[in-house]
């Protein structure tokens, strides 16, 4: 129940963004409120307010379309260095990197739309896996096939203590997971900086062809680049 301190006071209903939880000085009901801060922006917080911030709210991608936050110049850095090097630890974990990067290769395979009815323990659906992942070669799941495969290529050659065979497979396996790293977290963030250069270029020769009457060029340019028109 509220008091005449608080009456004024009511709790937001969607609390699947920030907000505050302020206790009333007088009755001490707690209520959840999103009020608008100074000049309208942010989150008002007074003294005594607990900011919650809800579980999955805040989420980190390098496609701002994906992401629930903005990186500044440096935080993008960070962010490549956290998905690329990750934790880089000493000769005596390798064994542990191993079966880190096994697992990270085998959780794409897992959540893949595309073998999501196939059985990935069963020896039986093994080849009708690989038949899916080899039509296209482009896939992250075709770079994290090569993960696995490189892994225990890597495997091998230390219980043959073939140390360059082993350097050899280390590196193609972390190639091949550098390529998943790029499908999943930065393809289409370059595909849009190459779409944006694309329409730049599309009014520049506007821009510089404002006066041609020709028609066959103008059906050239917009031929050439038809996502103009959508």
Known sequence: ??????????????????????????????????EPGDNGRGIKIVRGDQLVFPNGWLQIAANPLKGSGRFFKSGLGWFAKLIF??????????????AGTEKYADEILRDSEILKDLDLDSE??????????????????WWALLVGT???????AIQEN????????MRASE?????????????????MGHSASRLVDVIKTWRGNKTNPQEEFWQQVFKENPYVLT
């Open 124 to 141: 039986a659906d093994g080849p009708a896996g690989y038949e899916r992942i080899q039509q296209d070669q482009s896939t992250k799941e």
């Open 85 to 98: 090097v990750e934790d880089i630890k000493s000769e005596s974990d390798l064994d542990d990197l191993l």
């Open 162 to 169: 073939n140390a360059r065979k082993a350097a050899w497979a």
């Open 1 to 34: 129940m509220s008091c005449k301190a608080c009456k004024h006071l009511v709790d937001i209903e969607n609390l699947s963004s920030p907000y505050v939880v302020r206790s009333c000085a007088e009755c001490g009901r707690s209520i959840n409120l999103r």
């Open 175 to 191: 190639r091949a997971r550098a390529m998943c790293v790029f499908k999943i977290h930065l393809e289409e963030v370059v595909w």
């Open 150 to 156: 490189f892994n225990a290529v890597v495997r091998d």
